[in-house]
């Protein structure tokens, strides 16, 4: 079993940042940001490996860096210019269930979440 916790959420004003961690208990090759607001489905938001291969949905690009620290059980993620419609329980997720280290599909163990909240 894989613990993970997430901290770094909080409320700031559009255009600001946040960074987000997520420490794990054991290290996992592949690790990722989901997304959900309110009344809407999960979105992937960022996932990073082992070789230092990162990927990213197309709303955060340029905006979000995804990292992990060098023993690769803390995940990062810094957001700047943040917007309204980043708003959301961020949660940290370890080990594609389907094996592409993508933020995408099912992911075997989850976090609690950590709220963002972005006003405008």
């Known amino acids: 079993q894989v613990r993970l916790v997430e901290s770094g959420g909080g409320s700031v004003q559009a255009g600001g940042s946040l960074r987000l961690s997520c420490v794990a208990s054991?290290?996992?090759?592949?690790m990722a940001w989901f997304r959900q607001a309110p009344g809407q489905e999960r979105e992937g938001v960022a996932a990073?490996?082992?070789?230092?291969?990162?990927s990213y949905t197309d709303s955060v690009k340029g905006r979000f860096t995804v990292s992990r620290d060098t023993a690769q059980r803390i995940l990062y993620l810094q957001m700047n210019s943040l917007k309204p419609e980043d708003s959301g329980m961020y949660y940290c997720?370890?080990?594609?269930?389907?094996?592409?280290?993508?933020?995408?599909?099912?992911?075997?163990?989850w976090g609690q979440g950590t709220q963002v909240t972005v006003s405008s």
């Open positions: 997720a370890a080990t594609p269930v389907g094996g592409t280290c993508r933020p995408q599909g099912d992911y075997a163990y």
């Open positions: 990073a490996d082992m070789v230092g291969s990162v």
């Open positions: 054991r290290y996992r090759s592949c």
